[in-house]
């Protein structure tokens, strides 16, 4: 069980890998990058995935063990720490455009592997302290209304046209993130609003609006300790950050489609409404986010205890392949597109998501 737990403890790897970046020049910059899109999808070519699950009784373990949440929690201190390191390091006179181009992407996968994924982790427990720190890792990428949506609209309404972060088929990538970012941002505008008159409070009690003024008294303040070259350095940071959450969104659902009840309704969610993946590496990354069928089936289930589903959907790859493979559309499509016809005609998926054409 120990090792189970200590295993979780080498993606906090990525911030040594991260802060030596941040304080040396030339290829090693660029160490944390291909680690993680490189080493690892390379790696997970010829690693099986594990598609072993725990049973009841060491589930119960997994579950009451703190030593999986003390893991997330020193994440923040951790992100905040290397963040400021990374501001600081971008003050450097001599520093070239191949160094900062390499610093910014590294701090990047910083803001997306840590600053949104643990903080979806976090979103999801019911514990006010933890949900803080949820907020808190949000803040390092400027996406506190993910907190929101994800939580009171992505879960509700995914695999369906209301879904924003839901793919339609025959979308690419490229065009997903224009519509999943804007479409996140208003439908938590639309949340938030619904919420604050639903509770009677005033305006300035919208939750939307003060996660927007936090980020705008964050961002003012990195602009005047460090500088506005450092701040938009930051902003390009945390979009890199912003554009990987959207990808593994899109490789979670393409395509995939919940059924529609006779009421207008949809059926509940579950494992074949999304696409997982048991390649090792990339789920050790990612807090188990890879497990991402049983995630949806059950969303107030802790990472290590996330199941395998046998009539889930498998991505052809880990996570990290995965998100390379759908940066080229046409090869994403041509494997993608024959994956899901396979499962729908042996019976494990139901109708895709109607094409952007469909859709609008």
Same mark, same amino acid.
């Given at each position: 069980?120990?090792?189970?737990?200590?295993?979780?403890?080498?993606?906090?790897?990525?911030?040594?890998?991260?802060a030596?970046?941040?304080?040396?020049?030339?290829?090693?910059?660029?160490?944390?990058?291909?680690?993680a899109?490189?080493?690892?999808?390379?790696?997970?070519?010829f690693?099986?995935?594990?598609?072993?699950n725990?049973?009841? +009784?060491e589930?119960?373990?997994? #579950? &009451?063990? %703190?030593?999986?949440?003390v893991?997330?929690? /020193?994440?923040?201190? =951790?992100?905040?720490?290397?963040?400021?390191?990374?501001?600081?390091?971008?003050?450097?006179?001599?520093?070239?455009?191949?160094?900062?181009?390499?610093?910014?992407?590294?701090?990047?996968?910083?803001?997306?592997?840590?600053?949104?994924n643990?903080?979806?982790?976090?979103?999801h427990?019911?514990?006010?302290?933890?949900?803080?720190?949820?907020k808190?890792?949000?803040?390092?990428?400027?996406?506190?209304?993910?907190?929101?949506?994800?939580?009171?609209?992505?879960?509700?309404?995914?695999?369906?046209?209301q879904?924003?972060s839901?793919?339609?088929?025959?979308?690419?990538?490229y065009?997903?993130?224009?519509r999943?970012?804007?479409?996140?941002?208003?439908?938590?505008?639309?949340? +938030?609003?619904?919420?604050?008159? #639903? &509770?009677? %409070?005033?305006?300035?009690?919208?939750?939307? /609006?003060?996660?927007? =003024?936090?980020?705008?008294?964050?961002?003012?303040?990195?602009?005047?300790?460090?500088g506005?070259?450092?701040?938009?350095?930051?902003?390009?940071?945390?979009?890199?950050?912003?554009?990987?959450?959207?990808?593994?969104?899109?490789?979670e659902?393409?395509?995939?489609?919940?059924?529609?009840?006779?009421?207008g309704?949809?059926?509940?969610?579950?494992?074949?409404?999304?696409?997982?993946?048991?390649?090792?590496?990339?789920?050790?990354?990612?807090?188990?986010?890879?497990?991402?069928?049983?995630?949806?089936?059950?969303?107030?289930?802790?990472?290590?205890?996330?199941?395998?589903?046998?009539?889930?959907?498998?991505?052809?790859?880990?996570?990290?392949?995965?998100?390379?493979l759908?940066?080229?559309?046409?090869?994403?499509?041509?494997?993608?597109?024959?994956?899901?016809?396979?499962?729908?005609?042996?019976? =494990?998926?139901?109708?895709?998501?109607?094409?952007?054409?469909?859709?609008?």
């Amino acid at each position: 069980m120990r090792w189970r737990a200590a295993k979780y403890l080498s993606p906090l790897l990525i911030f040594l890998a991260a802060a030596h970046s941040f304080s040396t020049t030339g290829i090693w910059v660029w160490l944390p990058v291909v680690y993680a899109f490189v080493l690892i999808p390379l790696a997970e070519l010829f690693w099986r995935p594990d598609e072993r699950n725990p049973d009841a +009784a060491e589930e119960a373990v997994l #579950r &009451k063990d %703190r030593v999986y949440d003390v893991w997330l929690y /020193l994440v923040v201190p =951790l992100q905040y720490l290397l963040l400021f390191r990374f501001l600081h390091s971008m003050q450097q006179s001599d520093i070239s455009p191949v160094n900062i181009l390499g610093r910014v992407l590294t701090m990047g996968l910083l803001c997306g592997i840590f600053g949104i994924n643990v903080a979806h982790e976090l979103g999801h427990r019911r514990s006010g302290f933890e949900r803080l720190l949820a907020k808190s890792l949000l803040l390092t990428s400027m996406y506190m209304h993910f907190y929101i949506e994800h939580n009171r609209g992505h879960h509700k309404y995914v695999g369906t046209p209301q879904d924003p972060s839901s793919a339609p088929l025959h979308q690419s990538l490229y065009r997903f993130w224009w519509r999943s970012i804007t479409g996140v941002y208003r439908k938590a505008w639309t949340i +938030a609003s619904a919420e604050q008159k #639903r &509770k009677g %409070r005033r305006w300035y009690q919208n939750e939307m /609006l003060h996660y927007q =003024l936090v980020q705008v008294l964050f961002l003012v303040s990195i602009v005047l300790v460090f500088g506005r070259f450092v701040a938009v350095c930051f902003l390009f940071a945390a979009l890199i950050g912003i554009l990987l959450l959207e990808t593994v969104n899109y490789i979670e659902h393409y395509g995939l489609r919940r059924r529609e009840t006779r009421d207008g309704s949809y059926e509940r969610a579950l494992p074949e409404h999304s696409w997982n993946s048991n390649h090792i590496l990339g789920r050790i990354m990612l807090f188990e986010l890879s497990r991402h069928s049983d995630h949806h089936y059950l969303a107030s289930k802790k990472y290590q205890t996330l199941r395998h589903h046998a009539h889930a959907p498998q991505l052809p790859a880990g996570y990290p392949g995965s998100m390379l493979l759908a940066m080229l559309p046409p090869l994403w499509f041509y494997i993608m597109n024959r994956r899901i016809e396979r499962y729908r005609n042996e019976g =494990l998926i139901g109708s895709t998501m109607p094409t952007p054409d469909e859709l609008y």
